[in-house]
């Protein structure tokens, strides 16, 4: 299993600059890969491309690009410069996205989500694997009568997708590389998250998928103050009817409940929990929520835990 953190530096005055440095700090305490979200703000394939191209060695993924509002051929073009700049070490990220961002933010319908994400990944999969589609869906249609590959991204982009319930697990199996879910405990990943992506891949004959499970939490002494904290930032998920059912499944009442905070033993102890549970990486968001010095005592941890 391997770990990594979520970088958000989108208050500071130069966000590139200030995540760049963020990036090297977390290479320097060991951990393997950096996140980065994607909303209306900084482009998030474009952020990964850059930080790849600064820190050597460290693994870079957008977790994650919502398919409404976008067209597989953009995306394959962003997702394979970030790779050919990276030498590899990218990692594509795709969501469903919400309702209210869709249809607030694009003014277009937020309708048959799981079909748009099977068409998305189908035609995006050929794309990124060999630099052409021809890919004709309800939804969308991908044809490409100039080239789409990027030379140096002859690898390809592997493809995972915020995925936690049923159909989109059933169609992350079938058609991605692995899933990214957020807010979801272990007692939600091993009971059925894992056996329901699991089955899809297996049915599907592809290999065992990755379990990139992101996980809010921080290593912090005033475990109490700061989850208080915590439970107030994460309370926008709760509105959303998939984060609160996977945050119930997990055995939690509020989003807050699921987040991972407490002295170094705590947390060690929640990232084999979430280990044992069948996540193959554990990358940790909002470990800045208590400051500076309970961040790089957080990154600390989860280095020596990578090592």
Do not use: C
Not at 100 to 116: D, H, S
Not at 224 to 235: H, S, Y
Not at 269 to 291: K, L, N, Q
Request: aromatic content about 6%; charged content about 20%.
């Amino acid at each position: 299993m391997t770990l990594g953190v979520a970088l958000d530096a989108s208050d500071a005055d130069n966000q590139i600059d200030a995540t760049v440095r963020l990036a090297q700090e977390a290479r320097t305490a060991g951990l393997r890969s950096a996140w980065f979200g994607q909303t209306f703000g900084a482009d998030s394939p474009q952020l990964a491309a850059i930080v790849g191209r600064e820190v050597p060695g460290l693994h870079v993924g957008t977790s994650a690009i919502p398919v409404f509002g976008r067209h597989p051929l953009l995306v394959s073009s962003q997702a394979q410069t970030a790779q050919a700049a990276t030498h590899g070490r990218y990692h594509l990220g795709l969501a469903l996205g919400t309702k209210l961002l869709t249809e607030t933010g694009f003014g277009i319908p937020f309708e048959r989500p799981i079909a748009r994400l099977r068409e998305f990944l189908t035609a995006l999969r050929q794309l990124t694997q060999t630099g052409a589609a021809d890919f004709h869906g309800e939804l969308l249609t991908a044809t490409t009568p100039l080239p789409a590959r990027v030379p140096g991204a002859e690898a390809g982009v592997p493809l995972l997708v915020a995925a936690m319930g049923p159909q989109a697990l059933r169609a992350s199996g079938e058609l991605a590389d692995g899933i990214l879910p957020y807010l979801a405990g272990p007692r939600a990943l091993e009971e059925h998250i894992v056996p329901a992506v699991t089955a899809a891949a297996r049915a599907a004959g592809r290999p065992a998928p990755r379990i990139v499970a992101l996980v809010y939490g921080v290593v912090t002494d005033d475990a109490d103050a700061v989850r208080e904290k915590a439970t107030e930032k994460l309370a926008f998920y709760e509105q959303f009817p998939s984060y609160a059912r996977v945050v119930e499944l997990s055995g939690g009442r509020r989003a807050g409940d699921v987040a991972v905070i407490g002295d170094e033993r705590t947390v060690a102890a929640e990232v084999r929990r979430y280990r044992d549970a069948g996540a193959t990486e554990v990358v940790f968001s909002g470990t800045g929520i208590a400051g500076a010095a309970a961040r790089r005592r957080t990154w600390a941890l989860l280095g020596e835990l990578a090592g």
